[in-house]
């Protein structure tokens, strides 16, 4: 199977996995467990899987975020909440998102599960800690449960790849912004607000990227476009390890597609976020 068949897999599971982040009754359940604010919540809904880990490890792990900003909401929440409740907690108002917005889940998630945790098995997780916290959590019992759970495995599955290409390139958190950025046209601001990043700290990632012929006073240039297509092309083909040789993971793409659409009608997930997904 082509590379390109993970990035179709990406771009129908990161909506469903989304509703986490965006969905109000999912920030509302954050702030219900105890967790103070968007951010916090954001930070530790997240890290749970990893247990009741320090700031260093959540920006290490979670790569493009100034360490600031992890630091404010890390280790702070895990006295107001436990991992462990946390993990409930998102999972519950996840799936109850789900319910509202497509009404015949259950149906596509009996569907799905068994491919997607037959992926996450195939998955390698060597130098993916946070697939490797997901993948390790207990399988809910409920299937809406076990479709968000499994989605958000894979989802991290490919996010900790797309680190370790980044890294492999020398492109630190910030400069991964800058350069998406100027790919794609999206408004600096968006990013810097939403990874804590300053208009200095902004200057001079360009500056650095400008130093290695990555941008210019016009933009992207050629190289920086190489570049980010080769980084691209590098986290398909690792998230792909995750897929290959799963039968039926076509029919799986397929049944989860619509599920995925209907997501990102309702609005749920806005267009254009700070995770640089498309809609499905």
């Known amino acids: 199977m082509d590379n390109d068949l993970a990035r179709e897999v990406w771009r129908v599971l990161e909506p469903l996995h989304a509703v986490t982040y965006f969905a109000a009754d999912c920030i509302a359940a954050n702030k219900a467990v105890g967790l103070r604010g968007f951010w916090m919540g954001y930070f530790a809904s997240r890290s749970a899987p990893l247990g009741a880990v320090g700031p260093s490890v959540v920006e290490a792990t979670f790569y493009n975020f100034h360490p600031a900003m992890v630091r404010r909401a890390i280790p702070d929440a895990w006295g107001f909440s436990t991992p462990d409740a946390i993990i409930a907690t998102r999972t519950i108002a996840a799936a109850a998102v789900l319910r509202t917005v497509v009404p015949d889940i259950a149906d596509i998630a009996a569907r799905a599960v068994p491919r997607l945790q037959q992926a996450i098995a195939t998955a390698p997780a060597a130098g993916r800690p946070l697939f490797a916290a997901n993948r390790d959590l207990p399988v809910p019992d409920d299937s809406v449960h076990a479709l968000w759970q499994a989605v958000t495995a894979l989802r991290e599955h490919r996010g900790d790849g797309h680190v370790a290409c980044l890294l492999s390139e020398e492109i630190d958190g910030c400069e991964a912004h800058v350069l998406f950025s100027a790919s794609t046209g999206t408004p600096a601001q968006l990013w810097r ?40 092309a590098r986290t398909d083909a690792l998230a792909m390890t995750a897929y290959r040789g799963v039968p039926g993971i076509l029919e799986t793409l397929s049944a989860l597609t619509p599920a995925a659409r209907a997501v990102v009608r309702s609005g749920e997930v806005p267009y254009p976020n700070p995770m640089g997904a498309d809609p499905a």
């Open 193 to 232: 607000d939403n990874r804590g990043w300053s208009e200095t700290d902004w200057k001079a990632a360009r500056e650095r990227l400008t130093d290695r012929g990555l941008l210019n006073a016009d933009g992207i240039t050629e190289a920086g476009r190489a570049l980010r297509a080769h980084i691209e």
